[in-house]
């Protein structure tokens, strides 16, 4: 097969990749040259995508009730209970949850068969996470949700503000454009709002470590420094007056108190913020993921208006997606209070939907947003719930409860490319999708660019395309006609004359320039910005320019905001921030079983300041518990000074799939923003306590082990071994001893004060490695699996292996900090000894850093620091 252009299928950026099949049936991927979002870069996930394309864990046949059956039974039997449910209980009682991965064709047919045609609005999506609060900032301020920027503005700037974001690890290629601006331009400056020191600080000229939830109060400050540098005209927007009354309480002393900052670092950002001729703000989820994050959203976008800092090259207000589809999903209407084609529940709307989809059944009033979904759930309102590319039983924050909740609904229905996640355990039907490099359709990134995803692999199984179930189910509900389609193309075409139906301009997002796009036009369809219209025939790079906004006045709007700190600042406890690693996504369905992905950080680690830790008596690796009212989660504890203290940071990626008890949102508590419905997943009070286990160490299996109950696991994917991290309070690992002897092996047995190693052998070849003790013993995994493709020959070997040893005990690689090349920290460390005084030193002598450049900020970071 040719090589395949394609967008990526991770984070916003919207990377353009090109996919290419080899001889051996691999497939090699590679950055698109071309492509506006990337021009020819790369992050380490993206480079890995090749190696995420196999079939082992995929969900291939429809099933029901966990046994395989034809899709006909499958699509029959979910068309029959969800109109029985309909019929009895009203159209109320049935709910989608959607996602920001799936295709804007799939997105659309979901949102198009639930609020037009089943006639309720209980449709939303895990953007409720993630995206919610921006889009009520950007309604707010300029009638529709309306992202102004574009990346290239990130090259014609003066000053980038990165604000709860990590983007070096979050949104890397983003983040290397932004590297290499302030290469091209020494004098751009950066600066990093965020309570922890991240890699993202690696350029920061100024770093602001403020108490966790005041940046509204930062902002608010910067609002009021605004109006006193330069006094802004009267009038200029509604709101106006409010919201400078509001903001001039906010003197530097009070910003400094309220966001514990000194006042100096308080106006040395100020001053550069109004002496810079342009500025972007660049956001995300260390604002929208709290109670308040709507208003946050609002005191970022009025610094941009007040300042005249918006619609502009090189300035604006910048929200950046988290998923590769978020801003399709907001297109199509996928949030419960959006009507299609930034529409909204209003009458006019509503009967011109009625007009355009030929349906007079079209939902009158907003659905419930994803929380208030499942409590309805939960108290039996809602019967049915039909999961879209998502796994809220990890994802939401009280995940116990969802868990509790999806396994006692009547009909819950999964589509999936994943055969076993949490949420999936619940599932009475099963619906297998394709995957990315199967599936056929468009995603709009963060810069509203809308780009190809095009299938370059056969199609496996029995899987299908999610716009395609929706369509057959929407057939079995007897909605075929409307629901027709035959190609992806044809569900394009409809969503984009939809967006110019009736659209004189009050609707921002608009493509009717695409609506009648042949098939060969859409499948050649080059990368593009909305809106695509008559008056924008090509597209367009920058909104605002003609300082107007939509809907019936298009005034644009500042909002005067009353700074809130978050729940969690009046209880007690230590402050829980959560959030990702460099090499995860999510719920790890994807890149979890990726041995090259989970070398970076095979555990998950509940980082925390070495005060804190000497107060609670953790040493650095110990075991912790964390606890809340809703639940615990157990990890590794890392010292380190980037956590401030009386706060910690846990991934969000860990669950029932790849660890016992390490999921992170069975302590985050669901407030939400009242606004945006959003919940406050960045802080959450816990508890902390040192778990002492009775023994802990690391098991080495061959076939997949069977484990008692009461040990608790971490899976750490490698290829052909399975490698588990254990720990438990039972007096013994007897149950991994007797296991292994019950298989019939030769097992080879070492113990010492509490103590004990042992290896399993048949016919010659490593079944089984086990090393445990009080403490977990070290282990030179390295060995362990070379032995486990080799049996070692000699009895020296055997023996070294039996102590976890390698025969000839060469250094142990460490931490592997450059993915891409597979390079340790104790090369890395040699090398600096050795003399490599900067990365490109370091790159040359190892490689490391040199393909994607994810591991840059890390190699600085070890680095002896330059005197300056
Ligand atoms: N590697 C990787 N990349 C991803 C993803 C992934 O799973 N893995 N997911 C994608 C998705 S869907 C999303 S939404 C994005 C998210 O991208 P980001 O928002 O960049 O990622 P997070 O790690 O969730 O959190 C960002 C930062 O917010 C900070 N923060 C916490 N509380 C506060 C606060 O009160 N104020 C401020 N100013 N900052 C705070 C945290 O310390 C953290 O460093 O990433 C996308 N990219
Ligand atoms: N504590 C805490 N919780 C958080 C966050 C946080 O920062 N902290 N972040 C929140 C945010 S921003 C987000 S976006 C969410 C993400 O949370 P989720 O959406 O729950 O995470 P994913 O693992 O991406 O789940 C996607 C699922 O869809 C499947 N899938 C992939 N491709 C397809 C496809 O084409 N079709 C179908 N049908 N299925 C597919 C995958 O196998 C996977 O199971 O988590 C949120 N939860
Ligand atoms: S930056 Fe994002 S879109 Fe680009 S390759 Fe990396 S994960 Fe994919
Ligand atoms: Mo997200």
């Known amino acids: 097969m040719n090589a395949v252009r394609t967008t990526c299928p991770y984070c916003g950026v919207g990377?353009?990749?090109?996919?290419?099949?080899?001889?051996?049936?691999?497939?090699?991927?590679?950055?698109?040259?071309?492509?506006?979002?990337?021009?020819?870069?790369?992050?380490?996930?993206?480079?890995?995508?090749?190696?995420?394309?196999?079939?082992?864990?995929?969900?291939?046949?429809?099933?029901?009730?966990?046994?395989?059956?034809?899709?006909?039974?499958?699509?029959?039997?979910?068309?029959?209970?969800?109109?029985?449910?309909?019929?009895?209980?009203?159209?109320?009682?049935?709910?989608?949850?959607?996602?920001?991965?799936?295709?804007?064709?799939?997105?659309?047919?979901?949102?198009?068969?639930?609020?037009?045609?089943?006639?309720?609005?209980?449709?939303?999506?895990?953007?409720?996470?993630?995206?919610?609060?921006?889009?009520?900032?950007?309604?707010?301020?300029?009638?529709?949700?309306?992202?102004?920027?574009?990346?290239?503005?990130?090259?014609?700037?003066?000053?980038?503000?990165?604000?709860?974001?990590?983007?070096?690890?979050?949104?890397?290629?983003?983040?290397?454009?932004?590297?290499?601006?302030?290469?091209?331009?020494?004098?751009?400056?950066?600066v990093v709002i965020d309570p922890r020191r991240t890699a993202t600080c690696d350029i920061a000229d100024l770093h602001l470590r403020l108490r966790p939830g005041s940046d509204a109060g930062l902002y608010?400050?910067?609002?009021?420094?605004?109006?006193?540098?330069?006094?802004?005209?009267?009038?200029?927007?509604?709101?106006?007056?409010?919201?400078?009354?509001?903001?001039?309480?906010?003197?530097?002393?009070?910003?400094?108190q309220f966001c514990d900052l000194s006042r100096d670092v308080v106006t040395e950002f100020y001053h550069l913020f109004c002496t810079a001729p342009r500025a972007m703000t660049l956001y995300t989820m260390g604002i929208n993921q709290s109670t308040s994050g709507s208003d946050k959203c609002n005191a970022i976008i009025n610094v941009h208006l007040a300042s005249g800092k918006t619609g502009r090259i090189g300035s604006g207000p910048f929200s950046l997606t988290g998923q590769p589809n978020a801003m399709g999903g907001r297109e199509v209407g996928g949030l419960a209070n959006q009507l299609a084609c930034h529409m909204n529940f209003v009458p006019e709307d509503i009967a011109r939907l009625a007009r355009f989809w030929g349906s007079d059944r079209i939902a009158a009033t907003p659905g419930l947003m994803a929380v208030e979904l499942f409590d309805a759930i939960g108290r039996g309102e809602i019967k049915a719930v039909w999961i879209m590319g998502t796994n809220p039983a990890v994802s939401l924050p009280d995940s116990e409860r969802v868990n509790r909740v999806l396994a006692a609904c009547p009909l819950v229905i999964v589509s999936e490319v994943s055969a076993g996640t949490d949420t999936s355990r619940h599932a009475h039907v099963r619906f297998p999708a394709q995957a990315w490099g199967e599936k056929n359709g468009?995603?709009?990134?963060?810069?509203?660019?809308?780009?190809?995803?095009?299938?370059?692999?056969?199609?496996?199984?029995?899987?299908?395309?999610?716009?395609?179930?929706?369509?057959?189910?929407?057939?079995?509900?007897?909605?075929?006609?409307?629901?027709?389609?035959?190609?992806?193309?044809?569900?394009?075409?409809?969503?984009?004359?939809?967006?110019?139906?009736?659209?004189?301009?009050?609707r921002a997002f608009d493509i009717s320039g695409l609506a009648t796009l042949s098939r060969e036009a859409y499948d050649s369809l080059a990368p593009i910005q909305w809106p695509v219209n008559a008056a924008h025939p090509q597209g367009c790079e920058r909104l605002l320019s003609d300082g107007r906004g939509w809907g019936r006045d298009a005034r644009l709007r500042m909002v005067p905001v009353t700074p809130r700190l978050p729940h969690s600042a009046d209880q007690p406890g230590l402050v829980l921030n959560t959030g990702r690693y460099r090499d995860q996504w999510h719920t790890m369905t994807r890149t979890g079983t990726v041995p090259r992905l989970m070398q970076h950080n095979p555990l998950p680690r509940v980082e925390m300041h070495p005060e804190d830790a000497r107060r609670y008596g953790v040493e650095d690796s110990a075991l912790v518990r964390l606890v809340t009212p809703r639940g615990e989660m157990t990890g590794f504890a890392r010292l380190t000074r980037d956590q401030a203290p009386g706060t910690l940071f846990a991934p969000m990626h860990w669950n029932h799939q790849f660890a016992s008890r390490s999921g992170v949102n069975s302590l985050v508590a669901a407030h939400c923003d009242p606004l945006s419905g959003q919940p406050e997943s960045k802080q959450t009070a816990v508890s902390l306590a040192v778990w002492q286990p009775v023994w802990q160490g690391w098991l080495f299996s061959r076939g997949a082990p069977v484990l008692p109950e009461a040990v608790v696991r971490w899976d750490v994917a490698q290829a052909g071994v399975h490698q588990l991290r254990l720990a438990s309070d039972t007096p013994d690992s007897s149950g991994i001893q007797a296991w292994a002897a019950a298989q019939g092996w030769q097992v080879q047995i070492a113990e010492g004060?509490?103590?004990?190693?042992?290896?399993?052998?048949?016919?010659?070849?490593?079944?089984?490695?086990?090393?445990?003790?009080?403490?977990?013993p070290e282990v030179n995994v390295e060995a362990v699996l070379a032995a486990f493709a080799h049996p070692p020959a000699c009895a020296a070997t055997r023996h070294a292996l039996l102590a976890g040893r390698a025969a000839s005990t060469g250094p142990v690689q460490g931490k592997i900090i450059c993915s891409c090349f597979n390079v340790g920290e104790t090369a890395i460390r040699a090398a600096i000894t050795a003399g490599c005084d900067s990365t490109a030193a370091l790159g040359k002598a190892l490689r490391c850093g040199t393909n994607c450049g994810s591991c840059l900020p890390e190699l600085r970071a070890l680095l002896p620091q330059r005197v300056s």
């Not at 199609?459 to 369509?471: C, F, L, Q, S, T």
Request: aromatic letters at 8%; hydrophobic letters at 40%.
């Open 15 to 190: 990377c353009g990749l090109i996919a290419t099949a080899q001889p051996d049936g691999t497939v090699t991927v590679a950055a698109d040259p071309h492509h506006p979002a990337n021009l020819g870069r790369i992050c380490v996930k993206g480079a890995a995508l090749g190696e995420t394309l196999g079939l082992e864990g995929r969900q291939l046949h429809p099933q029901l009730h966990g046994e395989r059956v034809s899709w006909d039974r499958a699509l029959d039997y979910a068309g029959q209970r969800l109109r029985a449910i309909i019929h009895e209980h009203g159209p109320q009682a049935v709910a989608f949850y959607a996602s920001g991965q799936l295709l804007t064709e799939d997105y659309y047919a979901a949102n198009k068969l639930m609020k037009g045609f089943i006639g309720a609005a209980n449709i939303d999506t895990n953007s409720r996470l993630c995206m919610s609060s921006a889009v009520v900032g950007y309604k707010r301020a300029f009638g529709a949700d309306a992202v102004p920027c574009s990346y290239r503005d990130l090259e014609q700037t003066d000053l980038i503000m990165l604000v709860g974001s990590n983007a070096a690890w979050t949104h890397p290629v983003l983040y290397q454009r932004i590297v290499q601006a302030k290469q091209d331009n020494p004098a751009l400056k950066v």
């Open 753 to 776: 004060a509490g103590i004990i190693h042992l290896l399993a052998w048949h016919d010659g070849t490593l079944q089984l490695a086990f090393y445990a003790g009080r403490r977990c």
């Open 220 to 256: 608010n400050g910067l609002l009021r420094a605004i109006a006193e540098h330069q006094p802004i005209a009267a009038a200029s927007f509604s709101g106006q007056l409010d919201a400078l009354a509001q903001a001039e309480a906010w003197t530097p002393e009070k910003v400094a």
């Open 442 to 506: 468009t995603v709009t990134n963060s810069e509203r660019r809308i780009s190809r995803q095009r299938p370059f692999m056969p199609v496996p199984g029995e899987a299908r395309p999610d716009w395609w179930i929706v369509a057959r189910v929407a057939g079995a509900l007897g909605y075929g006609d409307a629901f027709a389609w035959q190609h992806p193309h044809e569900v394009f075409c409809e969503h984009a004359a939809l967006s110019g139906y009736e659209n004189d301009g009050q």
